[in-house]
């Protein structure tokens, strides 16, 4: 029974330490947007720099949280302001472009 007990606790703290990790991230991707805003592009590449080598590093559960967390809400606003965005979109390290580009043609359309 202790071996349960112990999982159980064992998840709750993974569950936790990734719900961290993903507000670390939605942190960031706000850092990134408010940089490329005021046109800091030394900022946001070493934020996008910080965060692709966490996508390529990072394990399947990283991959998706940096997936979900940073790419999908930052290229959405990106793609909004396309007058501007384009230019951060075209940017992206490679790691970050390939997963934006596979969520773009995600549907097949």
């Known amino acids: 029974m202790v071996y349960g007990v ?4 064992n998840k709750n703290v993974m569950h936790n330490e990734i719900e961290i990790f993903a507000q670390e991230l939605e942190q960031i991707a706000i850092e990134t947007y408010s ?7 030394e900022k946001v590449v070493k934020l996008l720099d910080r965060v692709n080598l966490l996508f390529q590093k ?3 559960v990283t ?7 940073f790419i999908l809400p930052l290229t959405s606003l990106l793609e909004m302001n396309y007058s501007w965005g384009m230019r ?6 490679l790691y970050l472009k390939k997963e934006h ?3 773009v043609y995600a549907s097949g359309l």
């Open 6 to 9: 112990a999982q159980t606790l």
């Open 35 to 41: 940089f490329m805003q005021e046109g800091n592009d």
């Open 88 to 93: 951060y979109l075209k940017i992206l390290p």
């Open 101 to 103: 580009h596979s969520q």
């Open 58 to 60: 990072g394990s399947t």
């Open 63 to 69: 991959q998706n949280l940096v997936s979900n967390a």
